[in-house]
């Protein structure tokens, strides 16, 4: 059973502005991870936030936890077009699971 | 970082017939998890392939189907026998960064198709 669910499915914004997804999820976690998949094939690691912290960078990338509300953020600033991908939260120990992931289209 | 090598890329099958995936990696892992993505889904695990011992299957999902190979730490087999068109998906490998990270590094994955 998937633990994270993605909002929104999809969107679709302007190359240069900020793109927002967002996860939520059901258990307790000791982390919580984000991936991006491009054009359905191999799925690459982009950062993973432990349960102490609030958030974390990396680059572009801005992520936050909420434990108290289950839920995370994802937050790419001055998107490109090379952002075009599917994104998707994980979560687990032993086995990741897999949220049903946000579709972002940069728009030229 | 690991580099995984899975083959083939993608595969059009008939109906009855059985695919077999390869997954190399070009380091020694402990666990190495095999995933399926059905179209315009998300991944569900498979299955996770110890080495030595047999592969622990998730719900849903059953030996006689998706029989599981792991011959020594850098690589692995999938098969998946008796194909019918709802077994058209994206099947990928994948191995732990670092044993304890719970990060994880992807094959490129393996497009198949059913007729």
């Not at chain 1, 190359?15 to 059901?26: D, F, I, L, P, R």
């Not at chain 1, 936050?64 to 979560?91: E, G, H």
């Not at chain 2, 029989?67 to 999938?78: E, K, M």
Request: charged share 20%; aromatic share 8%.
């Amino acid at each position: 059973s998937q633990q994270g669910e993605e909002d929104p499915q999809a969107l679709s914004i302007q190359e240069g502005e900020n793109a927002t997804m967002n996860c939520s999820y059901k258990t307790s976690i000791n982390n919580l991870q984000w991936y991006r998949q491009n054009s359905g094939r191999g799925l690459v690691h982009l950062i993973l936030i432990r349960s102490n912290e609030r958030e974390k960078h990396s680059g572009r990338l801005r992520v936050t936890l909420d434990t108290s509300k289950k839920s995370s953020s994802l937050l790419i600033t001055a998107s490109r077009a090379a952002d075009t991908a599917s994104y998707f939260c994980a979560t687990g120990d032993d086995k990741i699971i897999f949220g049903k992931g946000t579709r972002l289209h940069i728009l030229p | 970082s690991a580099v995984i090598s899975q083959k083939p890329s993608r595969d059009i099958c008939q109906r009855g017939t059985s695919l077999t995936i390869q997954c190399q990696v070009d380091s020694q892992v402990t666990m190495m998890f095999w995933y399926r993505q059905q179209p315009g889904q998300s991944l569900t695990l498979i299955a996770t392939a110890n080495q030595g011992s047999e592969a622990t299957y998730e719900s849903g999902f059953v030996i006689d189907k998706f029989p599981i190979s792991r011959p020594n730490l850098t690589f692995s087999t999938l098969t998946v026998s008796n194909l019918s068109p709802e077994d058209s998906s994206i099947y990928l490998c994948s191995v732990e960064e670092m044993p304890g990270t719970e990060k994880l590094f992807f094959g490129s994955g393996t497009q198949l198709s059913v007729l």
